[in-house]
């Protein structure tokens, strides 16, 4: 098996991985090291984070299992930071012991979309550590050159692993245009709901959390929330801004309420189930805007800079961090122990700023 390697040398061997073998099963296995390829980069991970979509994964119910994008054994991982350890040819802009975050959507840059600049609506996209790309899960990963962010010396790694889902919050604020004179809700206290919290609690009038877990509310407050409520007790109508963020479609029915006349309604959770009681003439006689957030693609400079100054703070979200044989606990965490802080971690490498 490979160690780190210091010279830049491109290491070959084996490497650790940790993948998803079959339904609820969780195992530290051995690939292959990723080869060298023009244009890519091999990267040690330090910190990979855990999520919902990972879940649905491991209980076999994710849409990329069903539509055969994705198969086992599938080696998870797609928010994450780590460390240039090697570069193939024609790389430029990156370095061996440049500290890296790593894109999700790894786009062709050659079909319509792309061309257009829509480059997550991609015709051959692939996701690393969910379909088409090896997760982060692993010794190593080797990326597309294009598909990697430098990280400054003022963001530690443990934050750099928070900015992927921080891109899509970003994402969404920018594309619904969020105000300083907006009153904005936020219906979910997971890692995305608080994130969103914080973002919303610097951008607008004010920002409420709604959600269902009071150890999340309680959170939400701490966040930036001016108040925490449970879904029955937000009033109707009162929000110019509301940031669905639970991914459940009950939320969802319930955001379209809290909207005001003329409201905006940004969709970040993905609800699965199929929505009842959806009258599509209240939008039209409301005036009520709904935007399905697809990620945040060009989001990542921004998002760096914004952990930066403070304004995202990746420490609160944080219930554990884990070394990658205890993945299996780290899922039963995410699904089951928590007490508060949404984000269970798997813990790579110690090169870098750590935490």
């Not at 098996?1 to 290491?11: A, C, E, I, L, R």
Request: aromatic share 6%; glycine share 12%.
């Amino acid at each position: 098996m490979s160690t780190f390697q210091k010279n830049g040398t491109w290491p070959e061997g084996t490497m650790r991985a940790v993948a998803i073998t079959a339904p609820g099963r969780v195992e530290i296995i051995e690939l292959p090291i990723p080869g060298p390829r023009p244009d890519t980069v091999l990267v040690r991970p330090s910190y990979v984070g855990l999520c919902g979509t990972d879940l649905e994964l491991l209980h076999g119910t994710a849409s990329y299992l069903k539509d055969g994008r994705a198969r086992f054994p599938l080696v998870f991982g797609h928010e994450w930071s780590g460390q240039v350890v090697a570069v193939g040819e024609d790389v430029v802009g990156i370095s061996v012991g440049d500290r890296v975050v790593g894109q999700t959507m790894v786009p062709c840059g050659l079909c319509r979309h792309c061309q257009r600049g829509r480059r997550a609506i991609c015709e051959r996209l692939v996701e690393v550590g969910l379909y088409g790309l090896q997760g982060a899960a692993a010794d190593y990963i080797r990326m597309p050159m294009r598909s990697l962010t430098v990280l400054p010396e003022g963001l530690s790694d443990l934050s750099a692993a928070f900015i992927e889902p921080a891109v899509t919050v970003v994402g969404g604020f920018d594309k619904v245009g969020c105000r300083p004179e907006d009153t904005v809700a936020v219906v979910g206290t997971g890692t995305i709901g608080l994130l969103a919290v914080q973002l919303a609690s610097r951008m607008a009038r004010s920002v409420e959390a709604i959600g269902i877990d009071e150890a999340g509310l309680k959170l939400a407050a701490s966040c930036g929330a001016r108040r925490t409520l449970r879904p029955e007790q937000a009033d109707r109508g009162a929000y110019s801004l509301v940031i669905e963020a639970s991914g459940s479609s009950r939320a969802f029915l319930r955001s379209l309420e809290l909207a005001e006349t003329g409201g905006r309604v940004a969709v970040i959770g993905v609800a699965n189930d199929a929505v009842a009681g959806f009258v599509p003439g209240e939008l039209v006689l409301r005036g009520v805007d709904i935007f399905g957030i697809r990620h945040g693609l060009d989001y990542y400079d921004r998002t760096i800079q914004l952990f930066v100054d403070g304004v995202l703070d990746a420490k609160p979200l944080v219930a554990d961090v884990l070394p990658p044989e205890r993945a299996a606990h780290g899922f039963e965490l995410l699904e089951h122990g928590r007490s508060g802080p949404p984000k269970v971690l798997l813990r790579w490498a110690r090169e870098g700023r750590g935490s």
